[in-house]
């Protein structure tokens, strides 16, 4: 392991870290009781322990050893036959408290003597505090133990439950080669679990907050989705296509080019839904495939909106990806999302709607980051891209409230319910497109068993009219 970076067998992790922790060098795994400091320590321990490199797993005065091992077991990663052969658990606690923090480094010091491992453990090294005579006891034997674990070619993790404030002023901060924070914090109602690297010597690390959850296979991460904008240009289609819907292709001057995002807004029960099931089964007439990313509706209802308006419930071209908008995790979604375009090889992808991911981002700026990401990556890759956003009132005036992001969409159009003699009316306006002449007129729509159709008449006498926006830039 010298000379190489310590892996954690799960690759997400590994890419935040810039490849790994250090492979010979002090890591600092901080974070309060609860945040998964152990599951972490563990899930690397079982990852790089082999018999000729053992791990060592030292526990001090926190939680007993018999704890430590029990938890581990619950874990799928747990290998009970490395254990006593390629992972080792040893008890500090008692030591500390008979023989101080000297007795302490003479034991770590004989293990590693005995055993040579290839990584060790010391959890919790914050709880070696305690038994220190005075801050310049702690100083010396932390000067020793550095040396010692330095000197030695092995990977050291230490873990311990400190509070932000502290790794400015504990002196272990000082020696420690890599910084990994874990973190819970309160979002309303609900919490949320964020990695963030605070310092790791000559590596490219993803800076930032991360999230993640804990499960039965340990640490699972999603980096957080943000894209830099590419050092040159990148290919774009050269040929425009459908809509899903004839008359909404002359609209935006023929179609919508490929790599384009296009955010359709308007209040609850205009059509939103029903324009994206148009543009995802419209590109599976021609081959595309599409995937309908949902919080509105769940398979059930949408199976049943799908079939009633002549589409089939099943169609080897379109999957459903539903996620309920309670205890989502923006990343994960962002996440689960790109792998389900990569597995399908998607060219059409429909997110319904962009309000549930807004709360789930919480802050305006995450929301801003994360959608400008999505946006670019999915124009590099060419995927066309269909957003709803749902306004809160029943009529527009055409402008859209400037935090959804419509600035990131190539194309805006909204929906809009009017009263006409009694009765409520559809009508359909583009209020902007790039790289293209739209339409500037206000169109009426009805939607029927045959889904949305448009009339060839615009609308007249309303008063008002959107903002038509043309922009003459090459695609």
Known sequence: MTGEQLRSGHQPLDDVLGGGLPGNGISVIMGLPGTGKTIIAQQYVFRNARP??????????????????????????FDATAVGTSVFYEDLGHIAGRDGLPGVGDHIAAVLKQRRPGLVVIDSFKALHAPADSDAGFRMFLHQLAGRLTAFPAASLWVGEYEPGEAANSPEFAV????????????????????HVRKLRGSGFLSGQHGYRLTPQGLRLFPRLADLPPAGGYPLGGRRITTGLP????????????????MVAGPSGSGKTIMGLHFIYGGAEHGERGIIATFQENPSQLNRMRTGLGWPSADPAVEVMYRSPVDIHIDEWAHDLLETVERTRARRVVIDSLMDLQMAAVEETRFREFMYSLVQRFSRQGITLLSTHETPALHSDGRLPEFVGSHLADNVITLTLDRDDGSMRRSLAIIKTRASNHDPAIRQFSISADGIKLSDIAIQG?????????????P
């Open 52 to 77: 000729d490199r053992p791990a060592v797993y030292f526990s001090t005065l926190s939680e007993p050893l018999e704890k430590i091992i029990r938890f581990g077991q619950t874990l799928e990663f």
């Open 176 to 195: 420690a080669d890599a910084i990994v924070e874990l973190a819970v914090m309160p979002l309303g109602q609900r919490e949320k679990r964020f990695l």
């Open 247 to 262: 008359g909404l292709d002359a609209m935006v001057g023929g179609g919508l080019w490929p790599g384009s995002a296009t």
């Open 462 to 474: 309303k008063g008002r009219s959107p903002v038509a926006t043309r922009d003459a830039a090459a």
